[in-house]
Nanobody, 124 residues
Framework: QVQLVESGGGSVQAGGSLRLSCAAS????????MGWFRQAPTKEREGVAA???????KYADSVKGRFTISRDNAKNTLYLQMSDLKPADTAMYYC??????????????????WGQGTQVTVSS
């Protein structure tokens, strides 16, 4: 059974940092396109970052230079290091994976599995 479980969300002041984790089970995350999405109240869900099975990373323009996506294949865990957080980053953050093998792994890819989400709140 495929499972993605996020953790690491919380409340921080602007300029602060958080690291989100996503523990994957039921499949080999090292061989899949994986990424992070977020959804703020009254807004559509948007892609934040993605990492291909080869380790290539891509980011939304709004987070470039501030967020870093990475993966520890030995721990079956995906990470999102977030720095210089802004109030506009406040959202529910979701880990996602595309289980079909694919070379292309853009931000906002068509995911087939989702985590339950972890809330990030940034105050000014």
């Amino acid at each position: 059974q495929v499972q993605l479980v996020e953790s690491g969300g919380g409340s921080v002041q602007a300029g602060g940092s958080l690291r989100l984790s996503c523990a994957a089970s039921g499949f080999n995350p090292g061989g899949r396109c994986m990424g992070w999405f977020r959804q703020a109240p009254t807004k559509e869900r948007e892609g934040v970052a993605a990492i291909s099975y080869l380790g290539f990373t891509k980011y939304a323009d709004s987070v470039k230079g501030r967020f870093t996506i990475s993966r520890d294949n030995a721990k079956n865990t995906l990470y999102l290091q977030m720095s210089d957080l802004k109030p506009a980053d406040t959202a529910m953050y979701y880990c996602a994976a595309r289980l079909e093998l694919t070379v292309d792994c853009p931000v906002g890819f068509r995911a087939t599995s989702w985590g339950q989400g972890t809330q990030v709140t940034v105050s000014s």
